[in-house]
């Protein structure tokens, strides 16, 4: 009689499972035929781990319309033109989703990888100029005997998301895989809200929030980008089904480790930000930021993120640290420079256990480029003055001048606008965007210039101790 009850109660929670759109998937998640235990299953929502054997089961809500895992270290899963394929569209009649993993030809807790932010293809004659650049990206990853994977931090392409199949053809050149996150152009935009916008990335690029694991290190991938359901106006947000996500797949790290968060909107650019909220930038960064970075708190992370086309690197805390990226489009492919003045390219990091060190490599140039420097006879603007652009630069960084070989001195930091942006920027009816214009920041370092004084040198020396040095004739 008991046995019966309990079959009637189990008959009537899978009737009321079915009519609430609830159902349990199973599956296995396998390397070479065996199965693979405690890889984290979600759909977005739920989560789960695979078994002794590599098998799941998970409950799933029917409007959750993806299955995927977290890959863990020392694996990768095939990929199609350079997209990894851990994750598989749910279907309506289907129960069991299988996965499949590749054990990795050499142990990855010293690895690398390459993050580039808005490739934004406009124009099918853009593609060119981004194997160029993806060209650039295999010649470094090629310099390194340690495993690389791609990080995309979003807007892929301009507004054309035809050109999706394309795109990942001429990524999938640079040897990589790519992890992507959407960015606001990713989104398919004047329809009536935020949670349809994502449905077409999906079906090419899979979940927009995720994680895998390489090495020691976790990598979190977010969507950030909040389209508000008028034209195509966005704000920087991330919703509470996100965060109620990330909590979970964060309660599978340890506290300590390295994570890695990736973004499309920045969640700071600077101090300022940081300190007092404003409408004027909700478009800009993350205008609910503060709950991320608590949620970070207990890790020693970095969040990487692109959008502006233009360098920020932030010191939030001890332990958390944002590099925003600059444009591997540059100023929309309209130059070869960011507004900002930075060459475009792309970010390089190697994580070897718990360290991480990263630089920035401008495509066409030898990693040793990491400035451009202007004096006051050539610029106006910089009258008695030698100015660096050092695009990379942050706090830890030092930077000095000397003059004709005499005593180094400390050059001060200041915002200006960069010459080189400015003439190549200035006549807009000759770009195909009228909304590339120069753009002011940061990271420039000036010094008053000695009378009499000829040749100047510039040494910048960053926070690992790598130092670049640049000598330029005065007159």
């Not at 799933?60 to 319309?65: M, T």
């Not at 001060?412 to 120069?438: C, G, I, N, W």
Request: hydrophobic content about 35%.
């Amino acid at each position: 009689m008991k046995r019966i009850l309990l079959l009637s109660v189990a008959l009537v929670w899978c009737a009321m499972a079915w009519a609430t759109g609830v159902k349990t998937l199973k599956g296995t998640v396998k390397c070479d035929g065996e199965g693979v235990a405690a890889v984290v299953v979600t759909d977005g929502e739920n989560f789960t781990q695979t078994d002794a054997k590599g098998r799941f089961e998970l409950v799933s809500a029917d409007d959750n319309g993806l299955i995927y895992i977290t890959v863990p270290s020392g694996y990768s899963v095939p990929s199609k033109q350079s997209v990894p394929q851990f994750w598989q569209q749910k279907e309506e009649d289907k129960r069991s989703y299988d996965f499949t993993l590749m054990r990795k030809a050499q142990d990855d807790t010293h690895h690398g990888f390459v993050v580039i932010a808005d490739p934004q293809i406009w124009h099918k004659k853009e593609f060119p100029a981004l194997r160029e650049g993806m060209a650039d990206i295999r010649r470094t990853v090629e310099g390194y005997d340690i495993p690389f994977h791609g990080i995309c931090c979003g807007d892929v392409i301009s507004y054309d998301h035809s050109f999706y199949p394309t795109y990942n053809e001429v990524a999938a050149t640079s040897g990589l895989d790519f992890f992507s996150t959407p960015g606001n152009h990713d989104m398919t935009l004047y329809s009536r809200s935020h949670e349809t916008s994502t449905r077409l990335w999906e079906q090419t690029f899979g979940p927009v929030c995720y994680s895998f694991n390489v090495g020691k290190a976790h990598y979190v991938v977010l969507n950030d980008n909040f389209y508000i359901g008028r034209d195509y106006f966005y704000i920087g947000y991330l919703d509470e089904r996100q965060f109620a996500w990330l909590e979970k797949d964060l309660s599978y790290v340890d506290e300590g480790a390295t994570v890695f968060v990736i973004l499309h909107i920045p969640s700071t650019c600077e101090e300022k930000d940081r300190k007092q909220f404003s409408y004027s930038t909700i478009a800009n960064v993350m205008t609910n930021a503060p709950q991320l970075h608590r949620m970070l708190a207990p890790y020693n992370a970095h969040i990487l993120s692109g959008h502006t086309h233009t360098t920020y690197n932030q010191q939030i805390t001890d332990r958390l640290y944002e590099h925003v990226i600059p444009a591997l489009s540059g100023a929309w492919w309209q130059g070869t420079l960011c507004t900002d003045g930075t060459p475009r390219g792309y970010g390089v990091f190697e994580v070897n256990g718990d360290e991480v060190k990263w630089y920035y490599k401008s495509t066409d140039y030898a990693p040793e480029h990491q400035m451009t420097i202007y004096f006051g006879e050539q610029y106006p603007q910089f009258a008695g003055q030698l100015v660096a652009n050092v695009w990379a630069a942050d706090e830890k960084w030092s930077i000095e001048a000397r003059f004709d070989g005499g005593k180094a001195q400390k050059m001060e930091s200041f915002t200006a606008y960069d010459p080189a942006a400015q003439v190549m920027y200035a006549d807009r009816e000759k770009l195909d965007h009228p909304y590339v214009y120069p753009t002011p920041a940061d990271h420039f370092y000036r010094v008053a210039i000695p009378a009499g004084a000829r040749v100047a040198e510039v040494t910048a020396t960053d926070r690992f101790g790598r130092v670049y040095t640049q000598t330029i004739t005065l007159k």
